[in-house]
């Protein structure tokens, strides 16, 4: 194995600064989800194993079978519309959404035909979507500082702070200002937090109409444009030329296993994955594959002890979740809505778009984010060839 | 006075009212008027939750039309432009929650101190001068905010109120597309009056009476000067004002007399003072739906804001009545016709915050604050988006304010 040659401190920094980001941001989202399906902490533990040991097995494999720095983890945005869709989805019918959405993914992947489907949907709709879904999140940051001023002022401040001196350890930072503010002014305890081994628990699948066209399509659409097509363009940008075929097919494989246990599917990362693909991980682009495979080592043994996680999160008010949810978001909230809104050609459609999803209305059972897909591509189709642009241009 | 800007003229606003009317700005212009109308329940919920005589609050909302209303006429008639004129939501909230505490009387005094403030701000050209030092990226984004809930209130019907929600919105979108000359909202509205007598609506509960804004002596108290009066200048000048002009700046209006709308709104404060109405000033989500390209050309538009309000003032003495047909009308009604008439403009504001890749974060903040609808010391969501969306985007952003030393120095040079 080249791997004893190639190892390097920096590199193994790069994986567990992309792990330590994700269990400090991104999985705050997927916190609020599994609040809002009222689960208990067994279950929440075995979603955490599962998202964590899916992003560890596809993550250590590809980047050494590829050697390139492939980091995976859980689609974000799709922890995201889970919140929206919960409780009034089952966990069965869930575990069924994840199996269709991977089989999807799967069938696209195999088939080589990632990049024809990513031109198929017009740009502005696929970032009004995931920017409705995203909104809800940036604007709980504000509702928490009417009930918890104190809590959510210093975290907002922290969080401005850390992103202006140090932009790549922000959200930790901000993880860890944000425990001590609410230990000292809210009043949390961490007893509860000790070093245990997770257990996963097997979630039979239950396959409906309703979970397939509210969760298993939306999850897929914002998967491929919200992880995948940001996660290929950071590693292009770095100089890697490998084909999305492998990775996309190996991460929806992995989807299909740990779906049982409660993981949401399994995508390249986009929030962190930079890290580990820049010049910071190793000076020798060859050799920055370590850091991807550190990266999965590293949620290899945040899988492990899921259950202290779970524990740390649970014992913290629902606010602080909810702010650090909301700023963790602040970036892919900015960049998506000005993805739509430099889209000119068809930015009504895209701004129905934003609306019916933000809105959270759901109807004859399906979530808004599907109504904000469908009303957006009806009007993508009556409006946009009579598109004309508002006065001021 | 030098600083509050110069109009057209009101001897010829009669005439030229007649000959830009059209159909368009008439429609929106009544859209308009009856969104205002609607807001007078806010202060009937408000006041009664505050625990005020209902006769007072009758009082309180004819007030407000009426002298609102007046002032309504004159700003878009001497601007030519869509200057709809209100009074601001926060401060009615405010005012009745006070009114228990410190009194009527001192509260009144309060808001005239607070118009004093507001009449300065104008006259000594303090406000075109924030207007400018604000990036307008960060203006639009707090504006989107704003106006993104009757976005989502249009929305909300769906899920109640489906058959005629989907009928209203759809009859909007298609005939957009099929009718240039009927403009879009009328039909909207007349699909959804026709579903309303399709179905049976129940007008019984409807009686008619007739009552007048009455005048009252103001007092003046240092504790309700802080507890009241001034937060409601802040809301005057920080909030309800660059509201107003951002929106007609991002509607695409060059020459806005900042000055002369906060000025106007002052001396209104002022003078609603005495008739037991706590302000009047600009009204945002009126002005939206006036200024938008469906109350047709830019030149013409100034007209719905006249509509809006010959509306408010025609209506105030009959308040009661109009009050029993809002409560006929159900809910859904005003919130899809408000939120399709406000469609283009959230639209068009949100292209301008965040289409220019100049101030975004700061102009993110400002959107989320604004649309989290929060209040915090008693000031709404608006000002602390500003602020907040100023000072995010001078931390993150510092080098996109170099047009703030640029413009000085092309002023220098020029």
């Given at each position: ?23 400090s ?20 533990t ?52 994840y ?8 069938v ?11 031109q198929?949907?017009p ?22 500082l009417e ?5 959510a ?5 922290a ?17 860890v ?25 097997f ?5 409906t109409?309703?979970?397939t066209?509210?969760?298993a399509?939306?999850l ?10 940001p ?17 996309v ?6 989807s ?6 409660g ?13 580990c ?6 000076e ?9 495979v550190a990266?999965?080592v590293?949620?290899?043994?945040g899988?492990t ?6 524990a ?6 629902g606010?602080?979740?909810?702010v ?27 701004v ?6 933000a ?28 598109f004309?642009?508002?006065p001021?241009? | ?6 109009g ?48 007072f ?19 878009p ?32 005094g ?49 899920e ?19 009718f ?35 005048f ?36 695409g ?7 002369g ?35 047709g ?19 105030a ?29 959230i639209?068009?504001?949100m ?17 989320l604050?604004?649309a989290?609808?929060?209040q ?34 092309a002023?220098?040079?020029?």
């Open positions: 194995m080249r791997i004893h040659k190639d190892w390097s401190i920096p590199a193994i920094t790069a994986g567990f600064v992309a792990v330590l980001i994700s269990y941001g991104p999985l705050a989202i997927f916190f609020q989800a599994a609040q809002s399906a009222e689960i208990s902490s067994a279950m929440m075995s979603w955490v194993w599962a998202i964590s040991i899916g992003a560890a097995v596809s993550g250590i494999f590809l980047s050494l079978w590829l050697k390139v720095p492939v980091v995976t983890a859980w689609s974000a945005p799709g922890t995201a519309l889970l919140v929206t869709l919960f409780p009034g989805l089952s966990l069965n019918e869930a575990v069924g959404a199996l269709t959405a991977a089989m999807i993914i799967f696209i992947g195999i088939t080589g035909s990632f990049d024809r489907i990513i198929m949907i740009p502005g709709i696929a970032s009004a979507m995931m920017a409705g879904i995203l909104f809800q999140f940036g604007v709980g940051i504000f509702i928490s009930s918890v001023p104190a809590l002022i210093g975290m907002i401040i969080y401005l702070l850390f992103k202006r001196l140090t932009p790549r350890y922000s959200l930790v930072l901000l993880l200002v944000g425990i001590a503010l609410a230990i000292l002014l809210e009043g949390a305890s961490l007893d509860g937090v000790a070093i245990q081994l997770a257990e996963p628990q979630i039979r699948p239950e396959w109409w309703n979970a066209l509210s969760l399509i939306p897929v659409l914002v998967s491929l444009t919200g992880q995948f097509l996660g290929m363009a950071i590693l292009r940008t770095s100089g890697y030329t490998t084909s999305a075929k492998p990775i097919t190996v991460a929806s494989l992995t299909f296993f740990t779906a049982f246990f993981g949401i599917t399994t995508v390249i990362a986009a929030i962190t994955a930079a890290i693909t820049s010049k910071e991980a190793h020798d682009p060859d050799k920055r594959y370590v850091a991807g990266n999965g590293f949620y290899l043994v899988g002890f899921a259950g202290t996680i779970v740390l999160f649970t014992s913290l008010p606010e602080f979740v909810a650090l949810a909301g700023l963790a978001l602040i970036g892919a909230i900015t960049s998506n809505i000005s993805a739509f809104a430099a889209e000119k050609s068809h930015l009504e459609a895209s129905i778009t934003f609306i019916a999803t809105s959270g209305v759901s109807f004859l059972g399906l979530g808004s984010a599907f109504w904000g897909v469908i009303a957006g591509a009806l009007a993508y189709n009556v409006l946009h060839r009579r004309r642009p508002t001021q241009g | 006075m030098k600083h509050i800007e110069k057209v003229s009101l001897k010829y606003a009669p005439r030229d009212f007649l000959r830009d009317l059209n159909v368009d700005n008439a429609s929106t212009g009544l859209v308009a008027g009856i969104l205002g109308l609607s807001v007078g329940v806010v202060h009937i919920s408000a006041g009664t939750a505050a625990g005020l005589d209902s006769s609050i009758m009082i309180w909302v004819i007030s407000y039309l009426m002298i609102n209303g007046l002032f309504g006429l004159f700003m008639a001497y601007y030519r432009l869509p200057l709809p004129m209100a009074n601001s939501i926060p401060g009615a909230l405010m005012f009745a929650a006070v009114i228990p505490v410190i009194g009527l009387e001192a509260a009144l309060a808001s005239l101190i607070a118009g004093a403030i507001t009449l300065i701000a104008g006259l000594t050209g303090v406000m075109g001068i924030v207007m400018r030092l604000i990036p307008m990226p960060i203006v639009m984004g707090m504006v989107g905010g704003m106006l993104l809930s009757f976005g989502l209130n249009m929305v909300e019907p769906l109640s109120a489906i058959v005629p929600a989907s009928i209203m919105i759809l009859a909007f979108f298609i005939s957009s597309r099929l240039r000359k009927i403009p879009p909202l009328v039909v909207a509205m007349l699909a959804g009056i026709l579903y309303l007598i399709a179905t049976g609506v129940d007008l019984s509960g409807i009686a008619a009476t007739i009552r007048f804004p009455e009252i002596v103001p007092e003046f108290t240092l504790g309700a000067f802080l507890t009241y009066g001034l937060p409601l200048a802040i809301i005057l000048v920080g909030m309800e004002t660059p509201a107003g002009v951002g929106l007609l700046k991002g509607m209006y060059k020459e806005v007399p900042a000055n709308i906060t000025a106007v709104g002052g001396l209104g404060t002022m003078v609603s003072s005495f008739f037991n109405l706590h302000s009047t000033c600009i009204a945002a989500p009126m002005t939206g739906i006036c200024a938008s390209p469906e109350a050309t830019h030149d013409k538009r100034w007209v719905a804001a006249v509509i809006a309000g010959a509306i408010f003032v025609v209506a003495p009959f308040y009661g009545y109009v009050v029993s047909l809002l409560e006929a009308t159900p809910r859904y009604f005003i919130a899809i016709i408000a939120g399709l008439a406000l469609m283009r403009v639209t068009s504001s292209a301008i915050a965040f289409a220019g890749k100049k101030h975004e974060i700061g102009a993110l903040f400002a959107f604050i604004a989290s609808g929060i915090i010391l008693g000031i709404g969501a608006t000002f602390w988006a500003l602020v907040l969306g100023v000072v995010v985007s001078a931390i993150f952003e510092t080098k996109d304010f170099e047009f703030i030393f640029t413009r000085e120095i002023k220098k040079s020029g």
